[in-house]
């Protein structure tokens, strides 16, 4: 049950308590954002940092990054420091995603945030998407209440959006297609990341894009202990997250959505659940779990109180 609560999604019951393992945290991270010309250059050095858990012999304790375009992209290295000094705020008229750009390629831009901003650097301004509501129009962005700049608002704003059509009514208005909401996270191989993203940009036309590299505890077991969750171990994967919209395809509401699934699986990799999901029964049982889900189901929910998982990610009941 342990290793098959990941992926599930509350079809095989809930967790209503359990033991975690914190990590001693520093009162600061400082940061390095490194800019790469080339995907590939961008690739090798997240297997670099990943073994060696050091770039140009600093420590790297925290890794992720962000893709602008094939010619620009950043990999941002946390290292731990009680060392005092000043800090950044991102909180405020500035925007984090903004700041880690610069002209160099192969040279590093340094901030410090202290630890409690580097674990919310993301949620002010819900990566880059708080663009989508004027939130980083500096004029909006001082009339806009600091309290009020963070994830939880933006989902409520986006549910009412989804309530009221206001987005689609606005394409319509200028002569354009509705929307199609591309929002998904999905892990292909280190060794396929460079390829799939400049697949993505050219297919899609959406940036900027996160990245951040996964990789599973070495423990003896098997090579996928997760049976729902497709990670092996000793292998680095990238999760690339992507969250934007592209204008519909007339008679496919799904197209665009339906392109990416296709093509992440081609690529050796796959998608979280939480997005739409298109797969056909068969595919999504070689995927996720197939007969190890079953047999989850049948031991944990033998009654089928809960939805299975395929009713639940892929039929939305």
Known sequence: MYFGFPNSYGTLGYATRLTIELEQAARYVALRSV?????????????????????????VDYLDGVVFSAGESYLVLGRQTHEPGPTSDY??????????????????????????????????????????????????????????????????LVALDRR????????????????????????????????????FLGATGIAPVWLCPIVLRQRAGPARPWPLYPLESGKTWVNV???????????????????????????????????????APEEFEKLYGGQRYRDLKARYDPEGRFLTLYQ???RNR
């Open 35 to 59: 800019r790469f010309s080339d995907l590939d250059e961008l690739s090798a050095a997240i297997v670099a940092i990943c073994a060696e858990r050091a770039w140009e012999r600093e420590a």
């Open 241 to 279: 997250g992507f969250w934007s919209s592209v204008s519909q395809r007339p008679g496919d509401p799904s197209s665009t959505n339906r392109l990416i699934e296709r093509t992440v699986a081609e690529f050796s990799g796959h998608k979280s659940l939480y997005s739409e999901s298109f797969y």
């Open 91 to 156: 909180t405020g008229q500035r925007i984090f995603y903004q700041s880690i750009r610069h002209p160099e390629a192969g040279k590093a831009k340094r901030d410090r945030l202290t630890t409690h901003d580097y674990l919310w650097r993301w949620d002010t301004d819900w990566f880059w998407c708080s663009r989508a509501f004027g939130a980083q129009h500096p004029l909006v962005r001082r009339l806009w209440p600091r309290r009020w700049r963070r994830s939880s608002v933006y989902w409520k």
């Open 164 to 199: 009221f059509g206001v987005a689609d009514r606005l394409e319509r208005r200028a002569g354009r297609p509705p929307l199609e909401r591309v929002v998904q996270d999905v892990e292909v191989p280190v060794e396929r990341l460079a390829q799939f993203v400049r697949w």
């Open 312 to 314: 639940k990610t892929v």
